[in-house]
């Protein structure tokens, strides 16, 4: 019995080193270490930087207009990776990434008015998925479509287009439109953690994440204390290891702020919720 004891103990101080609140799956340092991935494009239609360059830059600007979307949150720290190689495995070339995003562009559809004078129509399609790099899997894979109509008549009929003229186009707003779509989708699926900053009543509280963090109404979010083991070890007597006290749902959304609500109670001997308590989405919600 005491040896199992020990071992128990011994196996909790190798996983939870230091106490950092991660999540319940597994241990997770914010801000998350983000990969982005060039935007690959296999459509067929090219796209170059000027009338002289022949190098097709259609995912390149993808790639750009991804970044940008995720840079607007504190809770990542991005990494513009390299291409992978065909050789190489995307899990062990970048194990030091918590989440890596890969993207391509599938098709590029630019269709004519039927009727003289009629707006230029495009339609794009990039596929989008999400690794987690330490759960060794795909959490997100999903193809977003993109849509747009513009009346450009002088554009759209010339066989060489560069992005400076394609930017303001059908096909740029297109393109505009999937990132978005497809970036609000992917932050969706990473994790979130935030406090509760006001107490409204005994069940309802204000915390700091709203919709542009990527929460969305209805969310379950785990309310995280400290919990004090102590141990047989005398360098570290007590070990202070994550608890799940109390379940919390997204009531009403804001940009950066929302209520949430207790639904459920975790531990029946825990104090109420506090002022600067943790809050967290759990992995893909």
Request: with cysteine; net charge positive; charged share 30%.
């Amino acid at each position: 019995m005491r040896k199992a004891l020990i071992l128990s103990l011994a196996l909790i101080l190798i996983i939870y080193p230091s106490f950092n609140l991660p999540s319940l799956d597994r241990t997770l340092d914010f801000p998350l270490a983000l990969g982005m991935l060039p935007i690959t494009n296999d459509s067929g239609v090219k796209i170059y930087p000027n009338k002289y360059e022949l190098r097709d830059v259609l995912g390149e600007e993808a790639t750009k207009m991804m970044l940008r979307y995720f840079r607007r949150f504190n809770r990542f720290k991005i990494h513009e990776l390299p291409p992978l190689k065909d050789t190489e495995d995307l899990y062990e070339k970048h194990e030091n990434m918590d989440f890596v995003v890969q993207g391509k562009i599938l098709s590029c559809i630019i269709k004519k008015g039927e009727t003289f004078g009629t707006n230029w129509s495009a339609k794009l399609e990039l596929e989008l998925k999400l690794y987690d790099i330490k759960g060794g899997k795909v959490v997100f894979d999903r193809v977003i479509l993109g849509t747009d109509r513009q009346f450009m008549i002088y554009l759209e009929d010339r066989e060489r287009k560069t992005w400076k003229e394609v930017e303001k186009s059908a096909l740029g707003g297109a393109l505009r439109k999937a990132i978005l779509e497809g970036a609000t989708l992917v932050a969706r699926y990473l994790p979130l953690r935030g406090r509760i900053i006001a107490i409204l009543d005994e069940k309802r509280f204000l915390i700091n994440l709203g919709e542009e963090d990527g929460l969305r109404k209805n969310d379950t979010l785990y309310l995280i204390r400290a919990q004090k083991i102590k141990t047989i070890d005398p360098k570290r007597p007590i070990v202070l290891l994550p608890q799940r006290v109390f379940d919390l749902q997204v009531k009403e959304l804001k940009a950066q702020e929302a209520v949430v609500e207790l639904i459920s109670v975790k531990d029946s001997e825990a104090e109420p919720p506090r002022e600067g308590d943790i809050v967290e989405r759990p992995l893909y919600p």
